[in-house]
């Protein structure tokens, strides 16, 4: 942590921070807190800071969001968890972001009593194929073409690959934070929760794919700006 490093991070923590303000959806099942713009700019500094620097931004500026009113911790956990998998992406670390999103898969979905696995599996059916994505050739190929695209296109959509990627991670990681607090804190009844992942099944993947989107219009506008500094400065982007 050198003092360009340090800069770096105060920088992207109090940008996170203010993302943090607006809100975009309604979490289900927690009342007055929302997903907010936070959600698109997490994988967008993974990228840029690398996954420890972007990690320790994102859980800088998140907790710092804590106070804004809509930002929750399931916001946080998911932010962080986005982060990390985009950054580790971005640097060639397939393997790290493969064995996270796995496993906070398997937590997600095996929860005791309340895990999508016991309740409504069919829930997880677009966090499975955000998984085959990650370990198909379909990811290699947008990591190379993130950094070495030849046209404007390629770079988009190895940019949206990566971030659809990295949402979901960050979606399951929230999913999984919402489970333990939903259970046994706040209620016992597990019909409720089913309801729960039934809504959930037809609205994530939608809220995902545009917040991937939106992460890919800032992601990219922000890597042509930066890519000639990076050169001289030794920036991740």
């Not at 990228?47 to 859980?59: D, K, N, W």
């Not at 009113?69 to 972001?97: E, K, N, Q, T, Y």
């Not at 016991?118 to 198909?136: A, R």
């Not at 597990?190 to 994530?204: D, G, T």
């Amino acid at each position: 942590m050198d003092t360009r490093n340090l800069a770096l991070v105060i920088s992207f923590s109090a940008l996170y921070a203010v993302f943090c303000i607006f809100p975009i959806f309604q979490i289900i099942g927690l009342p007055y807190k929302a997903i907010t713009a936070a959600a698109v700019m997490a994988p967008v500094i993974g990228v840029i800071l690398g996954p420890y620097l972007g990690t320790f931004s994102t859980a800088v500026g998140g907790m710092i969001g804590l106070s804004t009113g809509f930002f929750s911790h399931v916001s946080l956990f998911a932010g962080v968890a986005a982060a990390f998998c985009a950054g580790s992406l971005h640097i060639g670390r397939r393997d790290v972001c493969t064995l996270a999103y796995f496993s906070l898969l398997l937590l997600f979905g095996f929860c005791p009593f309340v895990g999508p696995i016991w309740l409504y599996p069919q829930l997880m059916w677009f966090q499975i194929l955000g998984f085959v994505i990650l370990i198909s050739p379909v990811q290699s190929w947008a990591i190379k073409n993130m950094k070495n695209a030849k046209n404007n296109h390629m770079r988009i959509l190895g940019f949206f690959a990566t971030f659809l990627v990295s949402t979901l991670a960050g979606q399951i990681a929230g999913s999984f934070i919402f489970e333990l607090t939903l259970w046994p804190l706040f209620t016992a009844n597990v019909n409720v929760i089913k309801e729960y992942w039934q809504l959930l099944a037809l609205i994530y993947p939608v809220e995902r794919v545009i917040i991937a989107s939106a992460s890919t219009l800032v992601g990219v506008t922000l890597h042509k700006t930066l890519k000639p500094v990076s050169r001289e400065k030794g920036f991740n982007a």
